[in-house]
């Protein structure tokens, strides 16, 4: 079946412009999360969504980053005001869900990436 | 100190060579995925495993939850398992989101 895809796989942007990065999850994951893995550096965790719970935020470095997800299941990664040091890879991940703090736990599947370079 | 450590971060090996990948984890865990991730290219999930060993072709993983630490094995390598290896955790705590640590990775390259 389809994976997890991710629009557009390349995004070039000037400085201060706004850009949205978008993600499919694999249909019927209830889970979806962004992780964000900048140049040289090791993959950190941004934003979790959960079927209609509230997502768990934690991750987002500042308030210029945003996300929602649409009914259940196309999201959204919002960054508004872009910093060159926001030029990373950003990855979607899909799960089947879990309640939170389940012990129990499902395999993520990973998209291909956005790759953002801010100018 | 990160809650995740791998070693080694750089690791050159000889096409037939059989490889070991280490991660350590200072945290309760639920679940530990091993990730390859080929230059340029998304994410895979090799293994995902909370306990003993798991095997997939070439590849080995096993994990030892008392020692918290967990080793990925590739027997007989091939300079197509040039990428990078990174382990990721799952936290057991309880209300926790799903989200996963990550080790900083360890990059392998194996010659021909």
């Known amino acids: 079946g389809a994976g997890v895809s991710q629009s557009p796989s390349n995004k070039v942007t000037e400085k201060g412009k706004d850009v949205e990065l978008r993600c499919d999850p694999i249909?019927?994951?209830?889970?979806l999360y962004w992780y964000r893995q900048s140049l040289g550096q090791g993959l950190e965790f941004l934003i979790y969504f959960q079927g209609n719970s509230a997502p768990d935020k934690s991750g987002l470095p500042s308030d210029r980053f945003s996300a929602e997800r649409t009914g259940g299941s196309v999201s959204t990664l919002t960054i508004q005001r872009t910093q060159q040091e926001d030029s990373a890879v950003y990855l979607c991940?899909?799960?089947?869900?879990?309640?939170?703090?389940?012990?129990?736990?499902?395999?993520?599947?990973f998209g291909p990436g956005t790759r953002l370079t801010v100018t | 100190k990160n809650e995740v450590e791998q070693s080694p971060q750089n690791l050159t090996a000889q096409e037939g060579e059989f490889i070991t990948i280490n991660c350590s984890y200072s945290?309760?865990?639920?679940?530990l995925h091993w990730l390859q991730q080929h230059p340029g290219g998304g994410i895979v999930s090799l293994f995902m495993?909370?306990?003993g060993k798991k095997k997939h072709g070439r590849l080995i993983a096993t994990i030892n939850i008392q020692e918290k630490h967990s080793s990925l094995h590739i027997t007989a390598s091939h300079p197509r398992d040039s990428a990078v290896y990174i382990c990721?955790?799952?936290?057991?705590?309880?209300?926790?989101?799903?989200?996963?640590?990550f080790g900083t990775g360890t990059l392998l390259a194996v010659q021909p």
């Open positions: 495993l909370s306990s």
């Open positions: 990721a955790v799952k936290r057991r705590d309880g209300g926790a989101t799903n989200k996963l640590i």
């Open positions: 991940a899909s799960s089947l869900g879990a309640r939170e703090g389940s012990l129990f736990y499902y395999e993520q599947y």
């Open positions: 249909s019927g994951h209830t889970a």
């Open positions: 945290v309760g865990i639920s679940a």
